[in-house]
């Protein structure tokens, strides 16, 4: 499966400035211990169905961020860093922001982890997208979203739950911020995800194929013969 490298654009309606994307840089997840991804914590207390590591950081693409790679860099923000103000995300033109989260393999989404600032900055009204990795503004607004979530307006780290039957089988996930609690532009210190995953299997599928035939083997069904006779003359 592949993922994007950029949206497309198109007319964004009210949106008529320059949203720009941008891909995170990716890392093998240094200063973190394997451990099973079931539910708890690890020695470390980090939650161990964090999918951190489960991220295609290197496709993440937000739009309308302010400084390149800024919605990248908090979603790759490690556990032990959440608490951290830098970096972060700042919407540029308007309160808006739009990111695509791709993951490594299949992930079932139990909760998003989100921390921002406890003002008019902190965003309020969450839209998610299930598998649809080529949205913009415009598009995502005019798509029903899979589900919305509205945040507080606090400090904390909050955890939001989804509908589990709802986000099984997730490769890639996009979120519009569409508004925030009044200001012009909206800030995101950390975005995290809980879950469980299943790597994605790449494996060749292999299929046998006869090399000849035998007729012998084969009982033919009365009608069909005659019509793939006749389907042949036609190139089918």
């Known amino acids: 499966m592949s993922f994007p490298l950029s949206f497309e654009r198109s007319p964004l309606g009210h949106h008529d400035h320059n949203h720009e994307h941008s891909h995170g840089h990716g890392h ?19 939650p ?14 937000t739009l309308n961020e302010s400084e390149t790679d800024s ?31 791709p993951f490594t393999g299949s992930a079932k989404l139990h909760s998003i982890l989100i921390r921002a600032a406890a003002d008019s900055q902190a965003p309020k009204t969450m839209n998610l997208y299930q598998n649809k990795e080529n949205l913009d503004f415009s598009s995502a607004m ?12 606090t400090n904390e780290v909050q955890e939001l739950p989804l509908k589990r039957a709802v986000f099984g089988n997730t490769w890639g996930l996009t979120i519009l911020f569409a508004d925030n609690y009044g200001d012009d532009l909206t800030q995101i210190y950390y975005l995290g995800f ?6 994605l299997n790449r ?16 009982t033919p069904i009365v009608g069909i013969g005659d019509r793939a006779t006749q389907g042949s003359h036609h190139g089918m």
């Open 203 to 218: 494996e060749p599928v292999e299929v046998l194929y006869e090399k000849a035939a035998n007729p012998k083997d084969h």
């Open 28 to 46: 093998d997840g240094n200063g973190h211990d394997d451990h099973d991804h079931g539910t708890g914590e690890s020695n470390l207390g980090e």
């Open 194 to 199: 809980k879950g469980t995953f299943m790597e």
């Open 142 to 153: 005019d798509l029903q979203p899979t589900q919305t979530i509205v945040c507080s307006q």
């Open 71 to 101: 919605g990248a860099l908090i979603v790759e923000k490690p556990w032990g860093q959440r608490l951290s103000v830098d970096p972060v995300l700042m919407s540029s033109t308007d309160e808006q922001l739009l990111m695509y989260i």
């Open 48 to 61: 161990t169905d964090l999918l951190w590591k489960r991220i295609n950081f290197e496709n993440i693409i």
